[in-house]
């Protein structure tokens, strides 16, 4: 038999060793960098998502207070587009002599309020021309319920809040999270569902927050579960308040951290608190309740 040694000369072995050893180290030196740039990408990924957004709404452009998170604690006006606080909603107006008037007017721009469903339908769309974000997604919530003589309709309700999420409206892309998780319109998929309530999350939406708080804890990461809920309370999210206290009874936080997340909650209330906004709540607190 003969050898390989008989077949290529000292230097011709040389080289070739000397190329299958460049090969491994490229290979190893690859497999390092492509290793490296993964963990930088889902340290960045992980920086940005834990990151303490800012509110999702400004301030109410009436009493300039910090808006509610709930719901109920903020009114979409579709004559201005505007959003004012339950309180400013609920409050009387005046003229320039001080004089109680009409107060079936848009407390920001005194358009009258809208006496018939044509008339939403006319405001909504005038709304959406301008590219009016919320209007484009509660158009789309309108679809997707079937609600006021809208045709239900999924695909024309995702076309619309990605239209929306284009134009950067958090609950925007909390409504197509909704959509993969639950299956509406589109299959279920769960990887999307999770991808479009963390783009929802980092805009400010408590209501993706808390999600993503809740899929943590079912898979078992408690740190993370905790990481969200804890940038949801400091939202104003009552009920992530409630998890952490789950989360701290069955041994899964510390008492550091509840007290914590109940000190975060109790500095969001003293931020949007105020006597017209208690009146509101007091007189109709399913319209007007804002925490």
Not at 212 to 219: A, H, P, Q, V, Y
Not at 239 to 244: A, K, V, Y
Request: contains cysteine; proline residues 3%; charged residues 25%.
């Amino acid at each position: 038999m003969v050898g390989i040694s008989n077949l290529l000369s000292y230097d011709d072995v040389l080289s070739l060793a000397v190329g299958l050893f460049v090969l491994l180290f490229s290979i190893v030196w690859f497999n390092l960098k492509s290793g490296s740039n993964i963990d930088n990408e889902n340290n960045e990924h992980d920086e940005e998502l834990f990151k303490q957004p800012p509110p999702q709404e400004e301030d109410c452009p009436i009493c300039f207070l910090r808006m509610p998170s709930l719901n109920s604690g903020s009114k979409y006006q579709t004559c201005c587009g505007k959003v004012i606080c339950c309180g400013c909603a609920y409050a009387p107006l005046y003229d320039s002599q001080s004089n109680k008037v009409d107060n079936q007017k848009c407390p920001f721009c005194r358009t009258l309020w809208s006496d018939s469903d044509e008339e939403d339908d006319l405001r909504y769309k005038i709304r959406m021309e301008a590219n009016d974000a919320i209007a484009i997604h509660n158009v789309g919530v309108y679809y997707s319920d079937g609600l006021d003589k809208y045709p239900l309709d999924h695909a024309k309700a995702l076309e619309l809040w990605h239209r929306a999420a284009e134009l950067g409206y958090a609950e925007a892309y909390t409504s197509i999270g909704y959509a993969y998780k639950n299956g509406e319109g589109v299959e279920v998929d769960e990887k999307k569902a999770v991808h479009y309530y963390e783009r929802a999350a980092v805009k400010g939406s408590t209501i993706a927050r808390q999600n993503l708080g809740n899929n943590e804890r079912r898979t078992g990461n408690m740190e993370n579960a905790l990481k969200h809920y804890m940038i949801a309370v400091r939202s104003g999210d009552a009920n992530s308040l409630t998890e952490i206290y789950l989360l701290y009874s069955n041994g899964h936080a510390t008492k550091d951290d509840y007290t914590k997340a109940l000190s975060l909650y109790q500095k969001y209330l003293g931020e949007i608190k105020s006597d017209l906004r208690d009146e509101a709540a007091e007189a109709d607190e399913e319209e007007y309740r804002y925490y």
